[in-house]
């Protein structure tokens, strides 16, 4: 029964994982996507996107972290993956559910749920590449505009090799729009040999509690859930270990962990106003789960200035 932070770009970053994991119940991270195309990456590019890779690939409090790549050319996906693997990767794991527009016009992520051979080619190819200890696992949606292939998806992931398998269960048409479809992920389980992960629609406990339910998977991916509400696993682990149910953390708390982020940004920042928007871009999200988040983004969205952002922390957290 694991709770793995999922990748999203320009979100989950290195210090969103390290500040996430110290909060606690997160059993694996997965990076944010590699972008392959037709060379073999510099070292740099995995450590600017992994940097756990120099602390054997965890997190501060020792957190797995699995370097995810993306793309559609086996060879040279095989080639980075073993790159990957030589700098010390947890695992690596292929998007085949991303669905950004500009990614899928260039062949990458959920578009390749139209081409499930394709899907094997990538999987076969990167696990035929790297040491058999370093797992491969892949991440896909239902599919790309409806669901007639995502069965076959999933078995071409499953024959080219790959030791798990994670499941956002909507397709890419559908985004981020609710409902997700967590009746497909049993659908899934019951048709692959290998494990699958359960991901989408995971704000709550008891959402927590129903696609576990439903789905069958004993191993939950949660991505906006716990961006929105940092403490989320662990009191899903504390449910787990008591059978009781916590409250969520006070906002004063929470607050804590925002500005523990926002100091890491300013820190590794080159001028700019990167620490700041990082910050508005938390709270914002935050404001799903605390109302104080929204009375705190209208101090702080005009802000441009470190110092300035660190005034109105300095208020607040004189108050807690």
Same mark, same amino acid.
């Not at 509400?229 to 969520?248: S, V, Y």
């Given at each position: 029964m694991k709770i793995v932070l999922?990748?999203? =770009?320009?979100?989950? @970053? @290195?210090?969103?994982? @390290?500040?996430?994991?110290?909060?606690?119940?997160?059993? &694996?991270?997965?990076?944010? #996507?590699?972008?392959?195309?037709? *060379?073999?990456?510099?070292?740099?590019? #995995?450590?600017? &996107?992994?940097?756990?890779?120099? /602390?054997? *690939?965890?997190?501060?409090?020792?957190?797995?972290?699995?370097? +995810?790549? &993306?793309?559609?050319?086996?060879?040279? &996906?095989? =080639?980075?993956?073993?790159?990957?693997a030589e700098l010390g990767a947890a695992g690596v794991d292929l998007n085949f559910g991303c669905p950004a527009p500009t990614v899928n016009r260039h062949r990458g992520g959920a578009v390749l749920l139209k081409e499930p051979e394709v899907l094997y080619s990538i999987v076969q190819a990167v696990r035929a590449a790297v040491p058999a200890n370093v797992p491969v696992t892949a991440k896909m949606r239902l599919g790309y505009e409806d669901t007639s292939l995502t069965l076959a998806c999933a078995d071409a992931i499953q024959r080219g090799g790959a030791q798990e398998l994670c499941v956002h269960a909507r397709t890419k048409v559908e985004g981020y729009r609710p409902p997700a479809h967590w009746e497909w992920l049993a659908r899934i389980r019951e048709a692959v040999a290998i494990p699958v992960v359960a991901n989408g629609e995971v704000w709550t406990l008891e959402d927590y509690q129903t696609i576990r339910s439903i789905s069958g998977c004993d191993t939950v991916m949660i991505g906006r859930g716990l961006v929105?509400?940092? @403490?989320?696993?662990?009191?899903?682990? /504390?449910?787990?270990?008591?059978?009781?149910?916590? +409250?969520?953390?006070?906002?004063a708390v929470v607050l804590g962990w925002v500005h523990d982020l926002a100091q890491q940004c300013q820190l590794r920042a080159e001028g700019g106003n990167y620490a700041v928007s990082r910050t508005k871009q938390w709270v914002k999200m935050l404001q799903r789960s605390y109302g104080e988040a929204e009375s705190f983004f209208s101090e702080i969205k005009a802000l441009n200035d470190f110092s300035a952002l660190e005034d109105v922390f300095a208020a607040h957290l004189s108050r807690t």
């Open positions: 999922a990748p999203m =770009e320009g979100l989950v @970053d @290195d210090v969103m994982r @390290d500040v996430l994991t110290r909060v606690g119940g997160i059993d &694996l991270c997965v990076t944010e #996507f590699v972008r392959v195309t037709n *060379s073999l990456l510099p070292v740099r590019t #995995f450590e600017r &996107l992994a940097p756990e890779l120099a /602390h054997a *690939s965890a997190t501060r409090c020792g957190v797995p972290v699995r370097v +995810q790549l &993306l793309g559609s050319e086996p060879g040279w &996906l095989a =080639e980075n993956a073993i790159r990957a929105s509400c940092p @403490d989320l696993g662990a009191r899903i682990r /504390h449910w787990q270990q008591t059978g009781e149910a916590q +409250q969520q953390a006070p906002w």
